[in-house]
C-alpha cells in the first residue's frame, strides 16, 4: 500500500512539474507572438519614408553609411595629398577591382580604431597599464598602414611579373614586325596571346590608340602607369624611333637582345646572393642541431660522471 502511495505521489510530481512547463511555454510563445504582433503593427503605422528605409538591403542602411563616414574621418586626419599618393599607387598596383582611394582612407581607420582598441584592451584585462598603452599605439598604427603595405605588395608583384614578362613579350614584337605586321597590329598579336598585367597594359594602350590617343601619348601613359626601368627605357627608344622615323622593327630587335641580357644578368646576381641568404639559416638552424647531435652524448656522460661522486 505504501508503495502504491508513493508511485501516487511520484506521478504527481511529475504530471505538476510537466503543466508548469507547458504553462510556462505557452506563456511565452504568447508574449512571442504578442511582441510580433506588435511589431508588425508598429511597422504599419510608421511614415512611409521609414518603412522605404527598412525595405532597403543591409549593406545599403548600414555598411555603406559607415563606411563613409570612415572615409570622411579619414580624409580629416590625413594629409591633403594623400589621395593623389594613393591613387598613384593605385596605378602602380594595377587598380585592383573594389579598391579606391576612399575605400583605403576607410580601412585605414577601421583598422586604426579596431586594432587600437584591442591592442589597448588586453593588456589592461591583464592589469598592465603601460603595455596597454603601447599596444594601442602599436595596434592603432599596425591598424593604419597595414592598407599600405597590402597596395604596396600588390605593386611590388605587378612590376615583377612586368619584369619577368617583358623579354618575351619583346620577342614576339620582333616575331610579328618582321613577319610584316605593323606595329599595332604586332601589339594586339602580343596581347592575344600573353596574360598577365603586361598584356593588360598592352590592351589599354590600343584602347586608347582606337579612342583617337597618339601612340607616343597613349606609350608615354603606359610608363607613367609603371615604375619598371626596363619597360620605361622601352617606351622611350619607341617613342623616339617613332618621332625621328627610325625602323621600328630594328629597335625591336635592339631593345629585346637588351632585355635578354639583362634578364640573364638578374639571374646571376640573384644566383650569386644565395650563399648570403643560406649563410642565417645555417648559423641559426642547422648549426645548433649539429652541436645537439654531436657534443649531447659526451655532455650526457660528463653529467653522469660527476652525478656519480
Known amino acids: 500500500m505504501n508503495n502504491w502511495m508513493l508511485i501516487a505521489g511520484l506521478g504527481a510530481v511529475f504530471l505538476g512539474i510537466v503543466g508548469v512547463i507547458v504553462a510556462a511555454t505557452s506563456s511565452t510563445e504568447k ?21 522605404r528605409d527598412l525595405d532597403r538591403p543591409f549593406n545599403e542602411r548600414v555598411t555603406s553609411p559607415f563606411f563613409e563616414k570612415m572615409t570622411e574621418l579619414g580624409r580629416r586626419l590625413t ?45 589592461l584585462l591583464l592589469g598592465n597599464v603601460l603595455w596597454a598603452i603601447l599596444f594601442g599605439i602599436g595596434g ?16 611590388y608583384d605587378r612590376s615583377d611579373r612586368i619584369t619577368k614578362d617583358l623579354p618575351d613579350a619583346l620577342d614576339l614584337l620582333v616575331i610579328s614586325v ?9 601589339l594586339a598579336q602580343v596581347a592575344r596571346n600573353t596574360d598577365g598585367p603586361l598584356a593588360d597594359e598592352f ?7 582606337q579612342l583617337g590617343t597618339g601612340r607616343s601619348d597613349a606609350m608615354r601613359a603606359l610608363a607613367d602607369r609603371t615604375d619598371v626601368g626596363d619597360l620605361r627605357g622601352f617606351i622611350t627608344a619607341m617613342v623616339q624611333a617613332d618621332a625621328f622615323g627610325i625602323p621600328i622593327a630594328n629597335v625591336l630587335r635592339i ?29 641559426f638552424c642547422i648549426m645548433p642541431a649539429l652541436f645537439i647531435v654531436i ?15
Request: a positive charge; proline letters at 6%; hydrophobic letters at 50%.
Open 79 to 123: 594629409p591633403s595629398d594623400q589621395a593623389s599618393r594613393l591613387r598613384r599607387k593605385l596605378d602602380l598596383a594595377g587598380n585592383p577591382p573594389g579598391w579606391d582611394s576612399d575605400r583605403i582612407l576607410a580601412w585605414k581607420m577601421l583598422g586604426l580604431l579596431i586594432l587600437g582598441v584591442l591592442g589597448f584592451l588586453l593588456p
Open 140 to 155: 592603432a598604427a599596425l591598424g593604419y598602414f597595414a592598407p599600405n603595405l597590402l597596395l604596396y605588395q600588390k605593386a
Open 178 to 186: 618582321e613577319a610584316g605586321l605593323g606595329f599595332d597590329a604586332a
Open 255 to 283: 631593345q629585346a637582345r637588351e632585355m635578354r641580357i639583362r634578364r640573364s644578368q638578374r639571374a646571376e646576381e640573384q644566383a650569386q646572393k644565395v650563399p648570403v641568404k643560406i649563410l642565417f639559416p645555417l648559423i
Open 31 to 51: 508574449v512571442g507572438v504578442a511582441r510580433s504582433l506588435d511589431a508588425i503593427e508598429a511597422i504599419r503605422a510608421a511614415p512611409d519614408s521609414m518603412r
Open 295 to 309: 657534443l649531447g652524448p659526451a655532455a650526457i656522460q660528463i653529467i653522469q660522471s660527476f652525478s656519480q661522486y
Open 203 to 209: 590592351f589599354r594602350v590600343l584602347q586608347e590608340m
